[in-house]
């Protein structure tokens, strides 16, 4: 992969069947709306994360629509869009069929040993990266045992060892080091995440329409869903309009020692929360649109309460925070607006029990974009004020 390599056309394909893992993992949230399912999600958009980006490291590496490396692109796809078909009964095993724990786990396995071995075959020239390979792999079997494991139980037990499992292959990637993993084109591998996170925003503006699919147009439905869809385009603004261009300008000025480091922790480490605030933002989206649009069940003064509180809430607050990590680790530098911003909209978390469902969408979405629009302010200043500094410099 060239320097100024960009994104090919089939890893676009590939992400589509992580689109449909993302709805996958909200439907079933909802279906399931406990402080239990609400975990349980969290830890397959983990599994879920873990397996895509290990794909983006490999296609910053070569061409992913080319010779050998498009076949395992097609096959990666197969694993994962049985798994994410089998999502649902990822921790409870529907009657009949396929036991769903264990598909689950061997199309991780699939899928994880496919990127390895592609890996290894495409890393030929390099034996720095076999090195890490090999550094690697004991992460990758490891949580891939456990996750089997886990399978063999049930209930809570089950729960823990998904933790344990992830655990370990995590971790076991933080502590085997960065030294041996190549980034060969900063411009490709930070479009690649920002991508993704395009796609996770795409998934909370499905789920504003899937909340009230079936229920008639009404003016509390518009003024939530024109809400909604300004708090993502929020979020939209946050990343694309300052985090994303200072990543990569970041990863792409680093030295080469420092490169693969970096693009680990801000990228696959921290992009997680920042996905998984997302698609927690999604299902709290769809509750708040059940509940403003669904008369029968519920009136306008009803608040949202639990677990689609907590969701609404928490996916801002953790999607904010992530975002100022991801700055904070790219620039060195801490950037108070999305801090704020996040601990000013985690009070709702408990006052949105006492306020109607469309009043705590309005204040999270006021108090969102009001911290773009100053940050957006605050920067423009600086840039006129740099203008004008510079224009004095010259006429001296």
């Not at 456990?146 to 063999?152: C, G, I, P, T």
Request: aromatic fraction near 10%; proline fraction near 4%; hydrophobic fraction near 55%.
């Amino acid at each position: 992969m060239p320097e100024t390599g960009s994104v090919t056309p089939l890893e676009l394909f590939f992400d589509l069947v992580f689109v449909f893992a993302l709805t996958q993992v909200t439907a079933t949230m909802a279906a399931h709306l406990s402080g239990t399912g609400l975990i349980r999600g969290l830890l397959v958009v983990a599994l879920l994360w873990w397996s895509w980006t290990g794909y983006a490291w490999l296609a910053n590496l070569v061409r992913a629509d080319r010779g050998i490396a498009r076949i395992g692109m097609f096959a990666a796809m197969a694993a994962m869009f049985v798994l994410a078909l089998t999502i649902p009964e990822a921790f409870d095993d529907a009657p009949g069929g396929l036991s769903g724990p264990i598909v689950v786990a061997v199309c991780y396995f699939v899928f994880r040993a496919l990127h390895l071995l592609l890996f290894y075959v495409l890393s030929w020239d390099d034996p720095g990266l076999r090195r890490q390979l090999v550094r690697f792999t004991p992460a990758m079997l490891g949580g891939t045992a456990l996750l089997l494991a886990a399978a063999a139980t049930d209930g809570t037990t089950r729960t823990w060892l998904w933790v344990a499992a992830l655990t370990v292959d995590y971790a076991g990637t933080y502590f085997g080091g960065a030294r041996g993993w190549r980034v060969r084109s900063a411009g490709h591998f930070a479009e690649r995440h920002g991508l993704i996170v395009i796609i996770a925003l795409g998934e909370s503006i499905v789920a504003i329409g899937v909340g009230v699919a079936r229920l008639p147009i009404s003016w509390p439905i518009v003024v939530a869903s024109v809400l909604g869809l300004a708090l993502a385009g929020g979020l939209w603004w946050t990343y694309f309009g300052v985090s994303a261009a200072a990543g990569e300008h970041a990863l792409g000025t680093a030295a080469e020692h420092r490169r693969a480091g970096l693009a680990r922790d801000a990228y696959s480490f921290l992009h997680l929360p920042l996905v998984a605030g997302i698609v927690l933002l999604a299902l709290g989206l769809k509750k708040a649109l059940e509940y403003v649009g669904d008369e029968q069940a519920h009136s306008l003064s009803d608040p949202l309460k639990g677990v689609a509180l907590a969701a609404l809430v928490g996916g801002v607050v953790v999607h904010l925070l992530a975002q100022a990590a991801f700055r904070w680790r790219t620039t060195g530098k801490l950037d108070p607006a999305l801090p704020a911003a996040a601990l000013l909209v985690a009070p709702l978390a408990w006052l949105g029990a006492e306020l109607p469902a469309l009043a705590t969408l309005a204040a999270v979405t006021v108090v969102t974009v009001a911290a773009v629009a100053y940050e957006a302010g605050r920067r423009r200043g600086n840039q006129w004020s740099g203008a004008a500094e510079g224009g004095y410099r010259s006429a001296d």
